[in-house]
């Protein structure tokens, strides 16, 4: 399936996208899998305070020791479906170097293999070049051959794999995000 302009875009997290966000969040929970990237797993209990924090985090505040600033956007179809999440750290520390990369990025299960991730990142690289990074870095486990179709589709190319203390091997890819 191929999307079509102005079928999604990627949105702030906002309080107006609370029901869709909740469905989003308790489907990806029912399925099972790990959250993907990792502030879709935040319990949006407390909505608004999941949304202040992500903002913070944006802004540069109230950030974890040892964390990044970082942007998360949902993507959001026409009709007001979240379908899937991304977030863009706004610098590399050596563990985001290795395995963490500037972009995570995920999509629900439900929502799988209909062109949406391609999208997501394409836009994720737009909004990357916005924030003033040059060349995205986004890594994908070795096993993980959709999301490494949907970067190479991005314009990704291959650098050194990474391989972590358990053994898994991480694949690294760079993106120009068009910010020169």
Known sequence: MQIQDGEVSLVEPAEALRE?????YEEWKASGEPFVPWVTEMDPADFGVMIQTLHGYARGTDIPAGWVSSSTFWLVTADKRV?????????LTERLLHSGGHIGYGIVPSARRQGYASELLKQALLK???LGIEQALVVCDSVNTASERTI???????DSEYIE??????RRFWIGTGNK
Do not use: K, M, T
């Open 152 to 158: 190479r589709r991005n314009g990704g190319i291959e």
């Open 165 to 170: 203390e358990d053994g898994n091997v991480i």
């Open 20 to 24: 869709p966000y909740l469905a989003f």
């Open 128 to 130: 990357s070049a916005e």
């Open 83 to 91: 379908v899937g999440a991304v977030n863009i750290r706004h610098r």
